[in-house]
Nanobody
């Protein structure tokens, strides 16, 4: 069982930057592809970004491409989401997720992920 703990959320102003972290408990973190999703009030959870086991392959939602960067530090078993140019529409609870596969292909779909964190709130004031 992999436990994921997100951190780094908070209240920022539009245009600001924020970095989210996701710490994994499993030492086999470096064999899992990972993803970030988010859920705004009254909306369904949506894909944000995905990364393969090594960090060499990444995918992004069109809405965040060019503003957000997903990365990972396998030595520290930690996943990151660097967010810049934050907009009011980015406000949501952000979740990290792990899948039992090294490949990030198909990672836009929630069902491929086996483990989820509890989420961290990002609030953007305009």
């Amino acid at each position: 069982q992999v436990q994921l703990v997100e951190s780094g959320g908070g209240l920022v102003q539009a245009g600001d930057s924020l970095r989210l972290s996701c710490a994994a408990s499993d030492r086999t973190f470096n064999s899992y592809a990972m993803g970030w999703f988010r859920q705004a009030p009254g909306k369904e959870r949506e894909f944000v970004a995905a990364i393969n086991y090594s960090g060499a392959t990444t995918y992004y939602a069109d809405s965040v491409k060019g503003r957000f960067t997903i990365s990972r530090d396998n030595a520290e078993s930690t996943l990151y989401l660097q967010m810049s140019g934050l907009e009011a529409e980015d406000a949501a609870v952000y979740y990290c997720a792990a899948r039992r596969s090294p490949s990030a292909a198909g990672g836009r779909t929630e069902s491929v992920y086996a483990y989820w964190g509890q989420g961290t709130q990002v609030t953007v004031s305009s």
